[in-house]
């Protein structure tokens, strides 16, 4: 085992923040560009349900 | 259109219809793919790999850097593939594909910055540097930009898609020149990882890591673009009677 604790962990040996910063960064914008596409689509299937009922 | 089935042949994404069935009983699993990747990859890259002897934790940042910059790369290709397919044979799928990649590939490039200039700052004492490596990553931002802005500011989807194809095709000098940066100029960014030609340069944990990164970066590009596009056919063919009975069918049928 690499850590001997989850404080090490999330210390990753003083470079912390450099790592954490990167993969928040990552997972956030991963997340919310599905989100996005998936919005995207339920607008698009609005619009059409709407379109049909004028 | 041809909503009955016709036999799976390589034409078979090529028809909105068939693409928008066919990729809503697939992106599930493109899902399920980037987590399973995922999932084993950060566990090796975080409690099998070692730490590295120069640089410490810090080089964890590898695992989504180099995956994101491969990304950010390869979609440019393929967008710029299919923007050129969708030109020369006015297909208008493949624009569709193209345009559905440009944002997730500007995402990645955005992602290879951010964790480099994360990586670069403990490593290297700087944020940013004006190398060659460097620069061509960014000019690739800026040609995702510009091509989005580009497709987007045309209304007329056939000749945005035209113009589009236009600076793709134009912007994908950029690519070998990003590749073979590290090669062709002195540059503070390191070598390449992995080559063709000579051993991998990093423990085979720390490879394994990289390489199920880039599969689960890989099936999510397969399951954002996929759903951007499904987006797209229903915003471009929305005057079709496939679309209107695809989306509205079972209302209809209620009637």
Do not use: C
């Not at chain 2, 393929?78 to 569709?96: E, Y």
């Not at chain 2, 490879?207 to 970066?217: D, E, I, K, N």
């Amino acid at each position: 085992m690499i850590w001997t604790s989850m404080d090490a962990f999330w210390h990753m040996g003083g470079y912390g923040l450099y790592v954490w910063g990167s993969y928040g960064v990552t997972v956030a914008l991963m997340v919310a560009e599905a989100l996005m596409a998936r919005h995207r689509v339920k607008v698009a299937r609005a619009a059409l349900v709407k379109e049909s009922n004028t | 259109m041809n909503q009955a089935a016709p036999a799976l042949r390589w034409t078979t994404f090529a028809a909105p219809s068939r693409f928008f069935a066919l990729s809503g009983r697939m992106v599930p699993w493109f899902w399920v793919a980037t987590l399973a990747f995922a999932a084993v990859g950060l566990y090796i890259g975080f409690f099998v790999a070692p730490t590295d002897h120069q640089q410490g934790e810090s080089y964890r940042i590898i695992f989504i850097h180099v995956p994101a910059a491969w990304m950010s790369m390869l979609i440019y290709l393929v967008m710029a593939f299919w923007a050129a397919w969708g030109w020369i044979l006015n297909a208008r799928m493949a624009s569709m594909y193209a345009r559905a990649l440009a944002p997730t590939g500007a995402m990645f490039t955005f992602v290879a910055l951010w964790t480099g200039a994360l990586w670069g700052k403990p490593t290297w004492g700087t944020w940013w540097v004006w190398d060659a490596r460097l620069t061509s990553e960014f000019i690739l931002l800026l040609l995702y930009i510009g091509y989005i802005a580009l497709t987007e500011a045309i209304d007329d989807v056939r000749r945005a898609a035209n113009a589009g194809a236009l600076l793709a095709l134009v912007g994908a000098v950029n690519i070998p020149v990003i590749y073979f940066s590290v090669r062709w100029w002195n540059t503070l960014h390191q070598g390449a990882t992995i080559s063709a030609t000579a051993a991998p340069k990093m423990a085979s944990t720390m490879l394994t890591a990289m390489l199920l990164m880039t599969l689960s970066f890989w099936a999510y590009s397969f399951a954002v673009v996929f759903t951007r596009a499904r987006a797209i056919v229903l915003e471009q063919e929305s005057d079709t009677d496939w679309v209107r009975a695809t989306v509205l069918g079972t209302k209809e049928a209620k009637r």
